[in-house]
């Protein structure tokens, strides 16, 4: 079992000055290896230091749904500290946020893909942080998807958004607090950052080999299966078809009722489904799009995550359904994570050329290797950032 970056900041932040104040970027899904929370631990081992949480996208207890649903400040039931919203009115700390405090905490359940949003709330804390000239300790914690394998294009600096702020791959392979070093030293980021690191943790290993607790980080991530896809799945946020919100399988489910599971399972290059197990299916969203009604698709199966790669697959998946259904299937209008000019395609993305290329059948492996160089300069640029083998 891998030792998180919690126990060890318990163990060795003993030597933390008395009277020392600080704020906590966490949340509910942030556990150590018994399923107790990361803010219950650092109270008990420093019953003083913590004078308020802020939180992310879907709330300090994960209860937000997804796209603008705004989580307010409010008062912890449990802790009795004022928890403070970093998705909503403001998205960065603001100055007076900072008052009096000595440090920020940062301990946060990220699912290792670019366009989940815990990722920005900790750039705009760096560049906030920076700014007010307080540190920042970083709490690590495993990348559930490992830390080797990278997939994706880099955004066009023009599309920079609330999912991507600074350009990354969709799947990246790194830490939180790998991103942060690689944040403070590609964006420039002049922050006083101290990391406490994970112990036994291998950059091959994905979150089943952990022997640690998932807890869901927000409504539609209920499992590390979910996690698997999301890097693919989350741009079917972009469309009219169902990702299978509403569903107790989101992101393993999807499509729409103008589908015909068996045709789209077999328009679908086999070669981008390899190490998925496509299943032809119908299933009926509660809420979100196409709520009430029936769809037919498929469910997901990750039977080898080696050679599963999910940006590949949905981009093969969408070019299917667009060859099969070019009369019913629809890029969804804006607004999408505070972006309202841009389609949320595009920004998802982060290059309207792909979505030109779906339009067109263009060729999905030229468009791989056209990402290539890039992704190159991506791997050696966020070496020094690499914390872990």
Request: net charge negative; hydrophobic share 40%.
């Amino acid at each position: 079992m891998v030792k998180l970056g919690l126990e060890s900041f318990i163990e060795k932040a003993k030597i933390l000055p008395a009277g020392c104040r600080a704020a906590f970027l966490t949340h509910q899904a942030a556990v150590d290896s018994r399923g107790i929370t990361s803010l219950e631990r650092v109270r008990r081992a420093f019953p003083e230091l913590v004078q308020s949480v802020w939180s992310p996208q879907h709330g300090f207890y994960g209860d937000r749904q997804a796209n603008m649903i705004a989580s307010k400040d409010f008062s912890d039931p449990l802790s009795g500290l004022r928890v403070c919203s970093l998705y909503g009115e403001k998205r960065q700390p603001t100055p007076e946020m900072f008052s009096g405090i000595d440090l920020i905490l940062v301990d946060l359940v990220d699912v290792g893909c670019r366009v989940y949003t815990y990722i920005w709330t900790l750039y705009l804390l760096l560049v906030e942080a920076a700014g007010a000239g307080v540190k920042v300790v970083i709490l690590d914690r495993p990348n559930p998807l490992g830390g080797v394998e990278i997939e994706g294009n880099l955004p066009r600096s023009d599309h920079s958004s609330f999912v991507g702020l600074y350009p990354l791959p969709m799947r990246h392979g790194m830490t939180i607090a790998e991103l942060a070093l690689y944040f403070k030293y590609r964006a420039g980021i002049d922050v006083e950052l101290d990391i406490f690191e994970i112990e036994g943790w291998r950059r091959s290993s994905y979150f089943n080999e952990t022997g640690l607790f998932w807890v869901l980080p927000s409504p539609n991530m209920p499992t590390p299966a979910t996690a698997m896809v999301y890097p693919g799945q989350v741009l079917l946020e972009g469309t009219n078809l169902s990702e299978g919100r509403g569903t107790t399988l989101p992101f393993e489910l999807c499509g729409a009722p103008f589908i015909d599971p068996r045709a789209l399972l077999a328009e679908i290059d086999q070669q981008a489904a390899s190490g998925l197990f496509l299943r032809p299916t119908w299933f009926t969203p509660t809420f979100d799009k196409w709520d009430g009604e029936l769809c037919g698709g498929l469910q997901l199966h990750v039977i080898d995550s080696q050679k599963f790669s999910p940006y590949r697959f949905t981009l093969a998946l969408l070019k299917a359904v667009i060859k099969l259904y070019p009369d019913n299937f629809a890029w969804l209008a804006p607004p999408y994570e505070y972006e309202y000019e841009k389609l949320p395609i595009d920004i998802l993305t982060g290059d309207p050329l792909i979505r030109k290329a779906l339009e067109s059948s263009g060729d999905l492996d030229h468009l791989k290797e056209s990402w290539k160089d890039s992704l190159e300069v991506f791997y050696e640029q966020r070496t020094n950032a690499i914390i872990y083998l």
